[in-house]
C-alpha cells in the first residue's frame, strides 16, 4: 500500500464525498430516492407562483455570472456594498419529514409548522411541555441529509 500526504481540508473532502456515494447508493437500492424525489417534486410542482421563482433564479444566476464577468474589478469597487442580491431562492440539501401512517391522507405532502414532540423544558426546572396541537400518536421525525440541492419554499 503505498502512503501518501494529504492536508486535513483533502481527508475530509474525501470522506465527505465517501459518505453522499454511501447515502446515495443506499437510497437507490431500498427505492428511497423515488420518494424523496417526489416530495421534492412536489414542493415547486403544488406552487405555480413558487415554481416560477425557481425558474426566475435560474435565469438570474446565470445572468448575475455574465454580468459580473463583464464588470470585473479584481476586487476593487468604489461601493462598498454588493448592489446584487445572490440569489432570489436558495437550494437546501436537507429536507425534515414526519413520518407516520395515522396521519390524516389529505395530509400527506403537506407542509407541517411548529411541530414539536412532548419535551422537558430546561428553562422551567425540566417542566414536561405538552407536544404541539398538530402532533399526532406516532409522529416520527426524520431529517435526510445530502440530499441533491432542490428549491424550498421554507
Not at 77 to 83: I, L, V
Not at 87 to 113: F, M, Q, W
Amino acid at each position: 500500500m503505498a502512503s501518501v500526504q494529504m492536508s486535513q481540508t483533502l481527508r475530509d473532502q474525501i470522506t465527505d464525498n465517501y459518505k453522499q456515494q454511501l447515502y446515495s447508493a443506499y437510497r437507490q437500492a431500498h427505492n428511497v430516492q423515488g420518494a424523496i424525489d417526489t416530495i421534492v417534486n412536489r414542493i415547486t410542482d403544488n406552487d405555480p407562483q413558487f415554481s416560477a421563482l425557481c425558474q426566475l433564479q435560474e435565469a438570474h444566476a446565470d445572468t448575475l455570472d455574465a454580468v459580473r464577468n463583464r464588470y470585473a474589478t479584481d476586487g476593487y469597487s468604489y461601493s462598498r456594498e454588493n448592489k446584487v442580491t445572490e440569489s432570489i431562492v436558495r437550494t437546501s440539501t436537507t429536507l425534515g419529514l414526519i413520518c407516520n401512517p395515522n396521519r390524516p391522507a389529505a395530509e400527506d405532502g403537506t407542509y407541517i409548522h411548529n411541530w414539536y414532540t412532548e419535551y422537558k423544558d430546561e428553562y422551567t426546572e425540566g417542566k414536561i411541555r405538552p407536544a404541539s396541537d398538530n402532533y399526532v400518536e406516532g409522529d416520527v421525525p426524520v431529517k435526510l441529509t445530502d440530499l441533491q440541492p432542490f428549491y424550498n419554499a421554507l
